[in-house]
């Protein structure tokens, strides 16, 4: 999948994000993504993984096989 239609999945669930990935294996299947959200404030790391999660969904179920994620507020970046 490619790291722009991954970014718009993001920002369609949460539109104030800054969203960086890497491709770590350069098969487009297997991401790290850096998510900072204002919406992140107040959650818990699990709670913060499964929003970004819920965003992806569908695409967990096949185009992208693994997602290392690091969430962060804007006053944690």
Known sequence: MKADAIVAKIRA???DAQVELKDLTGTEDHWQATVISAAF???SLIE???LVM???AEEMKGPIHALTLDTKTPGEA
Do not use: E
């Open 48 to 50: 913060r993984h499964r």
């Open 54 to 56: 819920a965003a992806l």
């Open 13 to 15: 669930s949460l539109p």
């Open 41 to 43: 404030s107040g959650r």
